[in-house]
């Protein structure tokens, strides 16, 4: 017997029984970025590796650890993508949408990382993201923000995240906090941890979003950056605290938040939550002004957020555990005899064609009434159509709800069409 060929690990199937929770989730998402006037982009999942080297930063734990990259048959060095706004970026460049021009984007698929698999975090992962290009001011910043704050409230998961936000200054700034804060970590060089010993001379900042409680503590006594921050910086930081209060969007300040990648300045933020475990961060983003043209294009001020799919589902469910996430079909039709089996099948067809959108399961393979029905209640159905040859004969078709104590209906074609629809649509 053939061994049994499974999924890559980290790389996991979506199956119907948790398709419903991913159609809600991406329904909710188009309707979000249609309400904000964000136009969808759609990118390729291979791009140069040189692209994520150059955007990302190349002694980022992403680039140095976690990128899927290989040589193809020219010998080019090619990755799957592992985020997508250096992918939203080079595309805009490529094609001229960026220069001199304001721009709403989003866009939705999988990203791919080579990192330990656990609970909320996966080799293969989908993100939403969106991005807005030639906007300087805080109020696109608070936009950005409000966008997640009103996808929380649709799925009702607003009480179990929380916002918080940072300013990163501008790139002189940060250069002056690096200074003072390597210059304060390396008296205790002995006691950090070994991944900020490694950060220590590549990429100190991120040693403030440490896990290790020992690097942790020392860090309660480290400079913090607020104390370097430019003038302009500040004052758009401030900004921003006055449009989130304006808009009543409740907000922590975290100083020690930093983001993972290099490219950003100014505003950062991140939307947690304590209903994960360790995987809390479900949705982050932050300003790169300079990307753009890092990348090749003229300077563009820019700022985005992508948020992880299955981080939400998985909270969504955490939050939500009654089955409202499931598929069930509308309307069940049996089948009972041959001349039944053609009849039944020409209902289907009406109610799909006068319902469009209506969820109609047609049985298919014969079996006897009891069989049928408890097909027809495992479906989720809120009726079922019976179809019989006596039926048939008569033109008078019984109308059995499933999930309501009813009693069962008999109707011509004409009369069940329209009484499905007040079915249906409830």
């Not at 048959?73 to 595309?91: K, Q, W, Y």
Request: hydrophobic share 35%; with cysteine.
């Amino acid at each position: 017997m053939a061994k049994t060929i499974q999924a890559i690990r980290g790389m996991n199937d979506c199956l119907p029984e948790q398709s419903g929770a991913w159609q809600l989730v991406e329904s909710h998402i188009r309707t979000l970025a249609a309400t904000y006037h964000y136009q969808e982009i759609r990118t390729p999942i291979v791009e140069s590796t040189d692209l994520f080297k150059r955007s990302i930063g190349e002694v980022t734990d992403i680039v140095e650890k976690e990128m899927y990259t290989f040589e193809d048959r020219n010998g080019d060095s090619l990755t799957l993508r592992p985020e997508g706004t250096a992918c939203c970026v080079r595309a805009g460049n490529q094609h001229g949408l960026l220069y001199n021009q304001q721009r709403r984007l989003w866009y939705m698929g999988p990203m791919f990382r080579h990192e330990r698999p656990q609970k909320g975090r996966y080799r293969q992962f989908h993100q939403f993201g969106a991005e807005a290009y030639g906007f300087e001011g805080p109020d696109i910043d608070a936009e950005i923000i409000a966008m997640g704050a009103r996808l929380w409230k649709a799925f009702g998961i607003e009480q179990s995240v929380t916002l918080q936000i940072n300013t990163l200054g501008d790139t002189a700034s940060r250069e002056r906090y690096k200074l003072a804060l390597v210059d304060y970590l390396t008296g205790f060089s002995d006691e950090l941890d070994e991944d900020s010993k490694r950060r220590l001379s590549s990429n100190p900042l991120r040693i403030l979003d440490t896990k290790s409680k020992e690097t942790q503590k020392i860090l309660e006594g480290a400079p913090t950056l607020f104390d370097y921050l430019d003038d302009a910086s500040k004052q758009h930081f401030s900004s921003l605290c006055e449009h989130l209060d304006a808009l009543d969007i409740e907000y922590e300040i975290n100083q020690k938040l930093v983001r993972g990648l290099d490219y950003y300045n100014r505003t950062v933020f991140e939307w947690v939550t304590n209903a994960l475990g360790a995987q809390g961060t479900i949705c982050a983003g932050g300003r790169y002004d300079g990307l753009v043209e890092q990348l090749g294009g003229k300077a563009t001020p820019a700022i985005g957020f992508a948020m992880g799919i299955e981080r939400l589902v998985l909270l969504m469910q955490e939050i939500n555990t009654d089955d409202s996430f499931a598929s069930s079909a509308d309307v069940y039709v049996t089948a009972l005899g041959d001349l039944a089996q053609l009849e039944a099948a020409t209902i289907a067809e009406q109610i799909r064609d006068k319902y469009e959108g209506s969820k109609v399961i047609l049985h298919c393979g014969g079996g006897n009434f009891k069989k049928q029905m408890k097909k027809a209640d495992a479906s989720g159905a809120k009726v079922a159509v019976i179809v019989g040859e006596n039926e048939v004969s008569a033109g008078e078709y019984g109308v059995k709800y499933l999930r309501e104590d009813t009693a069962q209906e008999t109707h011509n074609i004409p009369s069940l069409l329209e009484n499905l629809g007040k079915i249906i649509n409830n």
